[in-house]
């Protein structure tokens, strides 16, 4: 069974930084692209940024410069460096992995349970 578990969510003054963790577990033959989502009370679910296997990254325009994902030598784990953090980044940041897992022929994706970022003084 493939569990995907953040970490590092937590309470920021404005122009703080906080750093998400993100790592799969399970049977996994391979994870192809990883990424970070988020949302915010009352609105949708956002992309907010993205890296594939071979390490190219996309971000969204509101966290272009200021956020950086990469991936851990290990590839099942996933990071998201959040700087000059405003109120409007307030929101539950979920992981996603597209993956396949042992034994399956397809890539299917994989949620995490969310971490709490806010941005307040």
């Known amino acids: 069974q493939v569990q995907l578990v953040e970490s590092g969510g937590g309470l920021v003054q404005p122009g703080g930084s906080l750093r998400l963790s993100c790592a799969a577990s399970?049977?996994?033959?391979?994870?192809?692209?990883m990424a970070w989502y988020r949302q915010a009370p009352g609105k949708q679910r956002e992309s907010v940024a993205y890296i594939d296997s071979g390490g190219s990254t996309v971000y969204a325009d509101s966290v272009k410069v200021r956020f950086t994902i990469s991936r851990g030598n290990a590839k099942n784990t996933v990071y998201l460096q959040m700087n000059s953090l405003k109120p409007e980044d307030t929101a539950v940041y979920y992981c996603?992995?597209?993956?396949?897992?042992?034994?399956?022929?397809?890539?299917?994706?994989?949620w995490g349970q969310g971490t709490q970022v806010t941005v307040s003084s």
């Open positions: 996603k992995a597209r993956l396949r897992e042992g034994g399956s022929w397809y890539n299917r994706d994989y």
């Open positions: 399970g049977s996994i033959s391979s994870i192809n692209t």
